[in-house]
Nanobody
Framework: QVQLVESGGGLVQAGGSLRLFCAVS????????VGWFRRAPGTEREFVAA????????YYADSVKGRFTISRDNAKNTVYLQMNSLKPEDTAVYYC???????????????WGQGTQVTVSS
């Protein structure tokens, strides 16, 4: 089993920054790719970013490319999502998830966290 716990969410003004954390425990963290997804009220879950187990492969949704950066520290069993130039449309619950390989497909992720709320005011 793998457990994921997100933190770092909050309320921020448009143009501001937040850094999300995904703490992973359980089976060997470094063997898993990790992705970030988000869901706004009334919408479907949306892929945000993903990183391979080694950290050398990353994927981003077009809507966040150039503003968000995903990274990981395997020694700390933690994945980060640095979010800059935030927009009101970034408001959502953000989830991290673990998968065997980095992918944009939510269905490929086996383990999911409970989510952290990000609210961007205009």
């Amino acid at each position: 089993q793998v457990q994921l716990v997100e933190s770092g969410g909050g309320l921020v003004q448009a143009g501001g920054s937040l850094r999300l954390f995904c703490a992973v425990s359980g089976r060997t963290f470094s063997r898993y790719a990790v992705g970030w997804f988000r869901r706004a009220p009334g919408t479907e879950r949306e892929f945000v970013a993903a990183i391979s187990w080694s950290g050398d492969i990353t994927y981003y949704a077009d809507s966040v490319k150039g503003r968000f950066t995903i990274s990981r520290d395997n020694a700390k069993n933690t994945v980060y999502l640095q979010m800059n130039s935030l927009k009101p449309e970034d408001t959502a619950v953000y989830y991290c998830a673990a998968s065997a390989t980095a992918t944009m497909l939510g269905a490929e992720y086996v383990y999911w966290g409970q989510g952290t709320q990000v609210t961007v005011s205009s």
